[in-house]
């Protein structure tokens, strides 16, 4: 079955520093959705990548999707204490139609 | 804000208690969801329903009972529920549930529910 891997785990950075985080899948993605979540409330919607090599940037989030369409990346440069949390990769598959999966997430703190 | 809230936004309950998880969705969308998050574990996909009707039941134990009155409504019944229970239960929304590559999912803040 499909599933999503994310990398790392979780990652303390200090302020100001740069960071990636990682989703990996074992099968082509249709879409690959990035999320971010505080602990214990919603899921807030940051980016959507389709196509392979597409690259979209908000504020200072830089979410790449590679050329296979099997691996994205989400790039926060000159972290801040706002961008702590939880950070989800889904995806749509083919033949899972209308139905993300979901890594398990990425915990992110920004030390002052 | 998302467009989509739930309540209440905690909960908490005993085993023999019924209760109610309620969602609305304020985006004009048709397919609506509802999702667990466990600790340490991805988020499961629970139930789905498109223009009101289940179309998708992950096989969730029958103490939990969706309901769909309407395409912005969306209930999770909950009866002799147990302490493994316990966990996040978010409702999404989207705009069809047959869209593919594309079909952004909007989630709501959750509702926390404990079970004693």
């Known amino acids: 079955s499909q599933e999503l891997e994310q990398s790392p785990q979780s990652l303390i950075v200090q302020e100001g520093k740069n960071l990636t985080i990682n989703c990996t899948s074992s099968?082509?993605?249709?879409?690959l959705y990035w999320y971010k979540q505080k602990y214990g409330e919603g899921l807030i919607f940051l980016m959507m990548?389709?196509?392979?090599?597409e690259e979209k940037s908000h504020e200072k989030i830089t979410a790449k999707l590679d050329e296979k369409k099997q691996q994205s990346s989400l790039h926060i440069t000159a972290s801040q204490p706002s961008h702590a949390g939880i950070y989800l990769c889904?995806?749509?598959?083919?033949?899972?139609?209308?139905?993300?999966?979901f890594g398990q997430g990425t915990t992110l703190q920004v030390k002052p | 804000e998302t467009g989509v809230t739930q309540t209440p936004r905690h909960l908490v309950m005993g085993m023999t208690n019924k209760k109610s998880l309620k969602c609305e969705q304020h985006?004009?969308?048709?397919?609506m969801y509802w999702y667990k998050q466990s600790a340490k574990k991805p988020l499961e996909l629970m139930f789905v329903?498109?223009?009101?009707?289940?179309?998708e039941n992950n096989s969730v134990p029958s103490r939990f009972s969706p309901e769909c009155p309407n395409s912005s409504h969306l209930f999770l019944h909950l009866h002799t529920l147990q302490p493994e229970d316990s966990a996040l239960y978010l409702c999404?929304?989207?705009?069809?549930?047959?869209?593919?590559?594309?079909?952004?999912?909007?989630f709501g803040e959750g509702s926390w529910l404990t079970v004693v």
């Open positions: 999404a929304s989207s705009q069809d549930y047959r869209d593919t590559g594309g079909n952004t999912i909007y």
């Open positions: 099968k082509t993605l249709y879409g």
């Open positions: 990548l389709q196509k392979g090599g």
């Open positions: 889904g995806a749509d598959i083919p033949g899972n139609t209308g139905k993300l999966i």
């Open positions: 985006l004009g969308h048709n397919a």
């Open positions: 329903y498109s223009l009101e009707e289940r179309v």
